[in-house]
């Protein structure tokens, strides 16, 4: 999705679990995006490898950090000397942020819907400087406030969390909280707040 005027950023934006029906076309990740083109931000969509006509298997989040590795190189290639923005919803959250915080040179990274009940390591977070958003359901089942609030104060600056009263996982009837969230985190040029990571 292109902005209207010259881009200020270029940003990936990775869909929910494969097997559990996630795909690009996902109403978090189209919301997500449409913020950041609202923001002026370039932002990419695509399907992780199995999903729609992506050739491939799922492959329990090893080759899709592959694959967000190819989208940010693809996202470079398009739009050269922008700062590059990672993140996703769901499983691509997590996808983007591991990726993101092991160096592929983002500039900022958002998570909409961390699945903290489904991810067993989370110590790569630790260590991440890069500007981070967290968007996440006050009742989402994956993990909601109360789990939320202790990881995100523990991690270093910069970094903010964004709870969203009454949401569940998907977001259901607060999807234009979590698309106004997003473009006014967008709106704050937040790749400008560090340095790209190595």
């Given at each position: 999705?292109?902005?209207?005027?010259?881009?200020?950023?270029?940003?990936?934006?990775c869909?929910?679990h494969?097997l559990?029906?996630?795909?690009?076309?996902?109403k978090?990740?189209f919301?997500?995006?449409?913020?950041?083109q609202q923001?002026?931000v370039?932002?990419?969509?695509?399907?992780?490898?199995?999903?729609?006509?992506s050739?491939?298997v799922?492959?329990?989040?090893r080759g899709?950090?592959d694959?967000?590795?190819?989208?940010?190189?693809e996202?470079?290639?398009?739009?050269p000397g922008l700062?590059?923005v990672?993140?996703g919803?769901?499983?691509?959250?997590?996808m983007?942020?591991?990726?993101?915080c092991?160096?592929v040179?983002?500039?900022?990274?958002?998570?909409?819907g961390?699945?903290?009940g489904m991810l067993?390591?989370l110590?790569?977070?630790?260590?991440?400087?890069?500007?981070?958003?967290f968007?996440q359901?006050?009742n989402d089942v994956?993990?909601?406030a109360?789990?939320?609030?202790?990881?995100?104060?523990?991690?270093?600056e910069?970094?903010?969390l964004?709870i969203?009263?009454?949401a569940?996982?998907f977001?259901s009837?607060?999807l234009d909280?979590?698309q106004?969230?997003?473009?006014d985190w967008a709106?704050?040029?937040?790749w400008?707040?560090a340095p790209?990571?190595?």
């Amino acid at each position: 999705m292109k902005p209207e005027g010259p881009p200020v950023a270029a940003a990936v934006v990775c869909h929910a679990h494969p097997l559990q029906g996630g795909m690009m076309h996902f109403k978090v990740v189209f919301r997500a995006a449409k913020a950041l083109q609202q923001q002026g931000v370039a932002a990419l969509r695509f399907n992780f490898r199995g999903v729609g006509r992506s050739e491939g298997v799922h492959d329990k989040g090893r080759g899709e950090q592959d694959d967000v590795r190819a989208a940010a190189a693809e996202v470079r290639r398009r739009y050269p000397g922008l700062p590059l923005v990672l993140g996703g919803f769901s499983f691509g959250s997590s996808m983007a942020l591991k990726v993101g915080c092991a160096g592929v040179g983002a500039s900022a990274l958002f998570a909409l819907g961390l699945p903290l009940g489904m991810l067993m390591d989370l110590k790569y977070l630790d260590s991440c400087r890069t500007p981070r958003l967290f968007v996440q359901g006050e009742n989402d089942v994956f993990g909601g406030a109360e789990r939320m609030r202790p990881l995100v104060e523990r991690l270093p600056e910069p970094r903010s969390l964004v709870i969203v009263p009454g949401a569940d996982h998907f977001f259901s009837g607060h999807l234009d909280a979590l698309q106004q969230v997003v473009a006014d985190w967008a709106a704050l040029r937040p790749w400008a707040a560090a340095p790209a990571s190595a």
